[in-house]
């Protein structure tokens, strides 16, 4: 049993070191298991940074006794004794080596989830921007389509005011003919001169241009309102 009791720098013995070692080891695993357990009932993989720091710092403490056991065995005395601590550290060895890959695995797993869980994030972030622009094209195609209403009626108001004016001249025209051949009858009935009939009817064709004109001047109007909407 001498051999068990082969000790490092700091005093401690292969057999304390080896029982610290499975202390450590113990702890890890629940630590782990905690750890996979906050993974598996958290939707967003939200990772613990002083539960996977402490699993860390122990797997390196017991990396670190490993070293020293493996030094330790090979001074053990007894050839049967030495061939068991070797087989000992081996099992702790590969123990550690077993955490650490699955420690791995697990800060993986809880990346790759905040990762996707981030561009998830992103993705429904652009979609709601996009969503915002085309109610934002909506919206100005229903004020583009209600400017064109608007104009529409108001060119139809204007056109509907000039056939009203240009019936008033038709109108008028009428009155003035009917004037006219009353003023005739009358002139024939008093026998006056022919130059105040001529008089008469200048005047008349005076007015008719007036009417005319008054007439495209108004159909200008309408024509320019209407380029002035479009």
Not at 39 to 59: G, T, Y
Not at 81 to 103: I, M, N, P
Not at 114 to 126: C, G, N, V
Not at 176 to 195: E, H, P
């Amino acid at each position: 049993m001498a051999a068990i009791e082969v000790g490092v720098g700091g005093g401690s013995t292969l057999s304390e070191i080896y029982q610290n070692s499975k202390k450590l080891l113990l702890r890890t695993r629940d630590g782990l298991e905690r750890l996979e357990r906050l993974e598996s009932s958290s939707s967003s993989a939200v990772d613990s940074p002083e539960l996977s720091f402490s699993i860390k710092r122990d797997i390196s403490q017991i990396q670190s006794l490993c070293l020293d056991m493996d030094r330790l065995w090979r001074s053990v005395a007894s050839k049967p004794q030495r061939d068991l601590w070797k087989r000992k550290v081996e099992q702790v060895t590969e123990e550690v080596e077993s955490l650490k890959e699955s420690l791995d695995r697990c800060l993986l797993r809880i990346q790759k989830r905040t990762q996707e869980a981030k561009e998830r994030a992103e993705l429904l972030e652009r979609r709601s921007g996009d969503s915002a622009h085309i109610l934002q094209i909506f919206d100005d195609e229903n004020r583009a389509m209600q400017s064109a209403k608007n104009s529409s009626r108001m060119l139809e108001d204007a056109y509907n005011t000039g056939v009203a004016i240009l019936s008033k001249y038709s109108e008028q025209r009428e009155h003035l003919k009917r004037a006219q051949r009353k003023a005739l009858d009358v002139l024939n009935t008093v026998g006056l001169s022919n130059s105040v009939l001529r008089l008469i009817e200048r005047r008349l064709r005076v007015d008719q241009w007036i009417k005319y004109a008054g007439m495209i001047f108004t159909i200008i109007i309408v024509y320019a309102f209407w380029r002035w909407t479009r």
